[in-house]
């Protein structure tokens, strides 16, 4: 049985993408297990993990929140910047970023389990 979700970005510089997930989240990292890789933890079994690797640049993550313009303005304001909200489908809006590497990073508002 699968207990947890641990989602893998790579990057380059460990200490500058500390620096930018930590703007982005709005916190320090929950864990830091070894000098190249540090993790949040984003839900009660849903961790984001970020390392240094030579594949950097083609991480993929999406992260559903609670109220999507809300969370905009908030990250914002800690100097993330961000493109326009997208209306996709049956409601759900998504908004993507990229981080210093190019990873891209969706936040999808709307988001329900079923569709």
């Known amino acids: 049985m699968i207990t947890h979700v641990l989602a893998v970005v790579a990057v380059t510089d460990i200490s500058a993408s500390r620096e930018w997930y930590e703007r982005l989240l709005g916190r320090e990292p929950d864990n830091v297990p070894m000098d190249s890789l540090i993790e949040w933890q984003l ?3 849903g ?4 390392t240094d690797s030579y ?6 993550i999406n992260l559903a929140v609670d109220d999507l313009a809300g969370h905009l303005t908030d990250i914002a304001g800690r100097g993330i910047r ?5 209306p996709v489908s049956k409601g759900v809006e998504l908004c993507t970023i990229n ?3 190019g990873n891209t990073i969706t936040f999808v508002g709307n988001f329900r389990v079923k569709y």
Request: glycine content about 10%; cysteine-free.
């Open 82 to 86: 961000h493109g326009p909200i997208v």
């Open 99 to 101: 981080d210093p590497d």
């Open 43 to 45: 839900a009660d079994h």
């Open 55 to 60: 594949s950097a640049g083609s991480a993929f």
């Open 47 to 50: 961790w984001l993990q970020v």
